[in-house]
């Protein structure tokens, strides 16, 4: 790819840097944006509904779909015997994970059998006539049930972690629950097939990673994948829940295709998706430390126990992300960072949002809390006591963080926050108030960027500039609300010196930018808008070649900018320059490709440079509960985010933003439940609390750190912002606990994740046992 330093100078940028609103934004409000289920069907559409036994553990002995097959409208009903390929929908093909399941049923939920019908209506009700006869065993629900695994244990490890923590001159044991979260799209999982002429199959996906969907379908149906092309333009949310779970969807949905010939449609009920597809892995956190009388680290050993299903997915990849971000921003001289990841029988959970890294971000939180509350200190001194620092830069895995940003952003929201003070007049406050008690935090965030998977760091883009000056770009990222594509068009923009307007943003395709990676890890902008960058050099490598042919003026004389080309002393419009260019046969299409350098990893021998770079940030939340009812009020938060120096201001405070509430409802109000015989009791918008607009403060400060931007040579110098703000919010649950300290000045209190009324009473009661 061409170096980083042809990008347009800084002083020069005009679309680069600008807050320009996401380029969906009018078709969002007006109702024009299509999403699949919006795409007009076409005669003969047929529609799909799942069918699931009524036990969560066990096996089918009999299965009557006659009554099913009886029913108004249905045209198919089809079964694990009718997949002409594999019978798998696990990443990378894993082969424990079937489509359609047989004779073992594993969690509740399991589809069984699909039914097509001319209409969803008649599909649905069809596929609840089906006649079940089962051998129902216990289900295992629980991490404390489990005795099997879906992988070997797995552990970073520095030093002697048992002795440092057993001659620390204090230490302590602790163990605390952190909870899962649904996806809770607002659109959800759909899939539609239409088969071709030629046995080929055109897949429209709601789908973070359309060449694996391409991937599981071409297997499924036992043909190549050139035969299968993969289409979405934009999804309604996707937060990790479709990076791999879209594709049972489409698999289904082209299976029934290809049996029946027509066009066949698979949208999920909101009740039977979230029954049926994965969450947010849930963990039982078991943890020794060891410190000094100031509350400096010495040693810690921690064991993270993970609720993945009944199957790995992504399991490998989430947990793993868990135990590199459970240092948080924290040095541990010696250390013991364990995950074991239990088998259950519950749908596999998968990719969500920060993909394991808050989850071990909570861990790291809880202990700097528990520290400060067992000394009598500030959590914040003993927070700011065990930042990363030169000579104390070493991370658990070994990787040496060079760009620290800690302890000046976070110096600087504490004056912004105005914390001291607040925290004085906090204290004051409590001392008076019986009932509603108040409580603050501040706590860090420090992100690393790539996948961990090191050959998915790489991407493609496609870019062709027309005679008339006007941009087609296509890649392989998707778009799911995050304004990926208009930060990757506003690189092409830039490059060319023409109006955001000129770049005709275009559905993601298999069959224009193959072989593509997830849109997850944070990394859409870092890796897309790279290979869109590499691109656009070569048609301008071209392009400069023609211009110093044609009238020499050299490149470093020719500016692309306000949609004119200036050659020294000249100029013309863009689109005169290239059609001369054409007229004398210059290529004016390329396909850019990017891939992350400086990284690696070897996961046998747990070492290597994993992340490109770290993402920062801060967060200073304040809360009031209610101790009589365990109601709590978010009410005021103030955060500082590192985005480098940012591509879209306005994309990236809204990214930061909603990041923030989706990581507040986890942490507060969004909790799973399941019963004793494996049934999610939690499965509708009546049983499962998002945050609603009431909860969020009033005062909701959100800025963007003042830097020179990434250290690195990413694009722009920008930083990803997608997951890195989910974890700002933990100092929401921190300040809950802290205002549950409050009930008893010198008690430690024990507050599990969601902190939901209930589990605020709970640790208030045990404050006031002394617990």
Not at 203 to 223: C, G, K, R
Not at 421 to 430: F, M, Q, V
Not at 696 to 710: C, K, N, T
Request: glycine content about 8%; overall charge negative.
């Amino acid at each position: 790819m061409p170096p980083s330093d042809t990008m347009i100078p800084e002083a020069e940028l005009t679309v680069v840097r600008k807050p320009l609103p996401h380029d969906s934004a009018p078709r969002h409000v007006t109702g024009s944006a299509a999403y699949i289920d919006d795409i007009r069907e076409m005669a003969g559409t047929l529609h799909l509904a799942p069918g699931y036994a009524p036990i969560a553990a066990g096996r089918i002995i009999d299965l009557d779909l006659a009554a099913v097959r009886a029913a108004p409208g249905v045209v198919a009903v089809l079964t694990a015997e009718d997949i002409p390929g594999a019978n798998d929908i696990s990443p990378k093909l894993i082969g424990d994970d079937p489509a359609l399941a047989t004779g073992e049923i594993r969690f509740h939920g399991q589809v069984v059998f699909v039914v097509v019908a001319e209409t969803r209506d008649q599909a649905r009700r069809a596929a609840k006539k089906a006649k079940f006869k089962t051998e129902a065993t216990a289900p295992v629900i629980d991490v404390d049930q489990a005795s099997d695994t879906v992988l070997p244990d797995y552990a970073f490890t520095r030093g002697d972690p048992d002795a440092a923590v057993a001659g620390a001159p204090v230490s302590f044991s602790d163990t605390f629950r952190i909870g899962g979260q649904e996806h809770f799209y607002l659109e959800g999982q759909i899939s539609m097939a239409i088969p071709g002429e030629a046995g080929e199959m055109l897949v429209y996906a709601s789908t973070q990673h359309p060449s694996e969907v391409q991937h599981l379908v071409s297997h499924a149906l036992h043909i190549p994948s050139s035969a299968v092309t993969v289409e979405i333009r934009r999804m309604g949310g996707g937060f990790g829940g479709k990076e791999s779970q879209a594709s049972q969807w489409a698999v289904l949905a082209a299976l029934a295709a290809w049996k029946t010939g027509q066009p066949c449609k698979m949208r999920l009920d909101r009740e039977d998706d979230m029954i049926m597809t994965g969450k947010r892995h849930d963990f039982r956190v078991d943890y020794s430390v060891g410190h000094d009388e100031n509350g400096l680290l010495k040693g810690v050993d921690v064991a993270l126990h993970a609720r993945c299903g009944h199957s790995e997915d992504l399991s490998m990849g989430v947990v793993d992300r868990t135990m590199f971000h459970a240092d948080n921003s924290y040095f541990y001289p010696e250390c013991r960072v364990l995950t074991r990841r239990h088998r259950t029988n519950t749908v596999s959970n998968t990719a969500f949002r920060g993909f394991g890294g808050p989850q071990g971000m909570v861990f790291a939180e809880r202990m700097m809390d528990q520290i400060a509350y067992r000394l009598g200190k500030d959590p914040l001194d003993v927070r700011k006591a065990n930042f990363y620092a030169p000579g104390r830069d070493l991370t658990p895995f070994g990787q040496q963080v060079t760009d620290n940003l800690l302890h000046e952003l976070v110096g600087e929201l504490e004056v912004k926050s105005d914390y001291r003070a607040r925290r004085a007049e906090i204290s004051a406050w409590n001392a008076e108030s019986r009932i509603l008690k108040r409580g603050l935090a501040l706590t860090p965030v420090k992100f690393g960027i790539s996948f961990t998977l090191m050959p998915l760091n790489q991407a493609g883009a496609l870019v062709h500039l027309y005679r008339d000056g006007s941009l087609h770009l296509n890649h392989g990222g998707t778009e799911m609300g995050q304004g990926l594509f208009l930060k990757v068009a506003q690189v092409v923009a830039e490059e060319f010196g023409v109006d955001i307007g000129k770049v005709a943003i275009t559905a993601t395709r298999t069959d224009k930018v193959p072989n593509t990676s997830p849109t997850a890890a944070s990394t859409g902008t870092d890796l897309n808008a790279m290979a869109a960058l590499n691109a656009c050099g070569q048609i301008k490598d071209r392009l400069y070649a023609f211009i110093e042919e044609k009238w020499q003026v050299r490149r470093n004389q020719v500016k692309f900018r306000e949609g004119q080309v200036f050659l020294g002393n000249r100029a013309m419009p863009l689109a005169e320059l290239v059609n001369a260019a054409y007229m004398e046969r210059v290529q004016l299409s390329a396909a850019g490709f990017y891939k992350t350098p400086k990284i690696a990893w070897n996961r046998d021998k747990a070492e290597g440079r994993p992340f490109f770079y770290f993402a920062y940030g801060a967060s200073c939340s304040e809360v009031t509960i209610d101790t009589m009812t365990g109601e709590m009020k978010v009410d005021r938060v103030d955060v500082l985010h590192d985005v480098g120096k940012s591509i879209n201001p306005a994309i990236d405070i809204g990214q930061i933003e909603g990041g923030f509430v989706q990581g507040m409802g986890w942490l507060t109000t969004e909790e799973l439940v399941w019963d004793a015989q494996g049934r999610l009791r939690t499965h509708a918008p009546s049983t499962y609390k998002i945050p609603a607009a009431s909860d969020i403060p009033e005062h909701f400060r959100v800025e963007l750190y003042e830097s020179d931007g990434a250290r690195e040579k990413t694009i722009y110098r920008s930083k990803a912002v997608g997951e890195p703000p989910l974890m700002l919010p933990i100092s929401v649950w921190c300040a809950i606990a802290n205002a549950v300290a409050a009930v008893r000045p010198g008690g430690v209190p024990k507050l599990d994740a969601p902190a939901t009324p209930e589990a605020i009473m709970k640790a208030v009661r045990a404050m006031l046992a002394g617990d």
